[in-house]
């Protein structure tokens, strides 16, 4: 499965595409939305997004509503991964088209368990070793 | 006019769960200061919370210990050089997570300016005060301060 990790913080991709490829993930990583908007326009494909919010260029928000207006991207699932948690801006994210949300600071198992929600685990993963 | 509210412990518990989650893996690492500790070599990180009111959450350190912090975020080696784009990247994001968790607690709605890093502290000619917590990082101080600009 392939995620696409982006945020405007360099420590912040490196952190969730760390977490992501511990779980079985190819990654790659954009610093705004707009170079996000590039891969998939080039013909990338993802089953994931993890986007910040606030972000120099285009924000995470204006992301969401631009892949959600292309219906090529549709099967992409999009994780806002922020420290915007007030009620208003979650709800705002969700209407706009993002499947989930994740609240900066955050732990590995918290993405985990959104991810496992989302059926979005690879199975590999999922497959205890054999005793 | 709006005021803003001191934030009180919420500013230490905010910040440890930061430091456990993203940085140490583990709590305990982040602790309180009682008495403070003057800064050598500061290096400054902020970001401006617009909801109602304008308030600034301040992060204050030694460079030395945002170049640790960098280290510690980006997994380089312990002795690995720190580079000023890496510093500002890392202790910049610390700002933003602390600021955007404590603008989660204002009692209206705002937006959170993308950090800024700089060795030199940034103008609050005007500003007042609103909270200050001194903390210690793995031994090095660390201080937060909250402003309404």
């Excluded at chain 1, 997004?49 to 991207?73: K, S």
């Excluded at chain 1, 949300?101 to 054999?130: C, H, N, S």
């Excluded at chain 2, 993308?114 to 005007?126: A, I, K, N, W």
């Excluded at chain 2, 793995?138 to 937060?144: A, C, F, S, T, V």
Aim: negative net charge; glycine residues 8%.
């Amino acid at each position: 499965m392939r995620a696409l990790v982006i945020d405007d913080s360099r420590a912040m991709r490196r952190i969730v595409s760390g977490i992501l490829a511990g779980i079985g993930y190819e990654t790659a990583e954009a610093g705004d939305g707009r170079q996000a908007l590039d891969l998939l326009e080039a013909g990338e494909t993802f089953d994931l997004a993890c986007i910040d919010w606030n972000m120099p260029v285009m924000n995470g928000l204006e992301f969401v509503v631009a892949v959600r207006a292309n219906r090529a991207w549709r099967d992409m699932t999009m994780m806002m991964v922020t420290t915007e948690s007030e009620h208003g801006q979650i709800v705002r994210a969700l209407a706009a088209g993002a499947h989930e949300y994740l609240i900066k600071p955050f732990t590995p198992d918290a993405i985990r368990d959104k991810l496992e929600l989302l059926g979005l685990v690879p199975q590999a993963d999922l497959i205890e070793e054999p005793v | 006019m709006s005021t803003l509210t001191p934030f009180d412990t919420q500013i230490s518990a905010i910040a440890e769960e930061v430091f456990a989650a993203m940085i140490d893996g583990e709590p305990g690492h982040l602790v309180a200061l009682p008495d403070g500790a003057p800064l050598t070599d500061p290096v400054y990180a902020w970001v401006d919370m617009h909801a109602g009111v304008t308030g600034r959450a301040l992060l204050a350190t030694d460079v030395a210990t945002a170049h640790d912090l960098a280290r510690a975020l980006l997994q380089m080696g312990a002795d690995e050089p720190v580079g000023e784009a890496d510093l500002v990247d890392a202790f910049g994001e610390v700002a933003n997570v602390v600021g955007g968790n404590l603008k989660a607690l204002l009692p209206v709605q705002g937006t959170l300016t993308l950090p800024q890093v700089g060795r030199e502290r940034p103008d609050l000619s005007g500003a007042t005060q609103v909270d200050a917590v001194a903390l210690m990082w793995r031994g090095q101080p660390l201080d937060i301060t909250v402003w309404q600009i």
